[in-house]
C-alpha cells in the first residue's frame, strides 16, 4: 500500500518528495529507535494527518488506544460514535500513512484475533509483542 498512500500525500500537498535529511526525520527516526528499544511508550512528534475528516477522527482515536492495550474495530468506532462504521473504520484504519506513530497495530478483531495490518500480520504480532513486554 505504500505506492498508494505515497501518491494520495503527495497529491494532497501538491508536491513531491525529495530525499534528504531533515531534522523532524531525525528526530523521528531517534524516536522509532527509542519505541523498539522498549525505552519509549508514547510518540511525541508533529504530524499531518492528511486524509478525509472521517479518517482523521478515526487516526486520532487511534492516538487515545494506550501502549500495550488493543481495542477491536468495533470498539474504535464506538470510540468515534459511529457504530455502524466498523468497516469504514477498518478502511480508514488501512489508510493510516504513518503506522505505529498512529498505532492501527493495535486494533484487533472482536474476538481477539490478529486482522489485516499493512506491514503484514507477522509484523503487527511483533509490535503488539513488543508492547507487552
Known amino acids: 500500500?505504500?505506492?498508494r498512500i505515497d501518491k494520495r500525500i503527495q497529491s494532497s500537498l501538491n508536491a513531491t518528495y525529495i530525499e534528504q535529511n531533515s531534522s523532524v526525520i531525525e528526530h523521528a527516526i531517534a524516536v522509532l529507535r527509542a519505541?523498539?528499544?522498549n525505552e519509549l511508550t508514547q510518540f511525541e512528534l508533529p504530524l499531518l494527518m492528511l486524509?478525509?475528516?472521517f479518517q482523521q477522527n478515526v487516526w486520532s482515536a487511534l492516538l487515545d488506544i494506550p501502549y500495550g492495550?488493543?481495542?477491536s474495530y468495533?470498539?474504535?468506532a464506538r470510540n468515534?460514535?459511529?457504530e455502524k462504521a466498523v468497516r469504514a473504520v477498518a478502511s480508514a484504519n488501512g489508510a493510516n500513512a504513518?503506522?505505529?506513530i498512529i498505532p492501527c497495530h493495535r486494533v484487533?478483531?472482536?474476538k481477539g484475533e490478529l486482522t489485516g495490518y499493512a506491514g503484514g500480520l507477522p509484523a503487527k504480532k511483533r509490535l503488539l509483542a513488543l508492547e507487552q513486554l
Open 51 to 53: 486524509g478525509t475528516p
Open 98 to 100: 504513518i503506522s505505529i
Open 80 to 82: 468515534i460514535q459511529n
Open 74 to 76: 468495533i470498539d474504535l
Open 69 to 71: 492495550k488493543t481495542n
Open 1 to 3: 500500500m505504500r505506492t
Open 35 to 37: 519505541y523498539f528499544a
Open 108 to 110: 484487533i478483531g472482536c
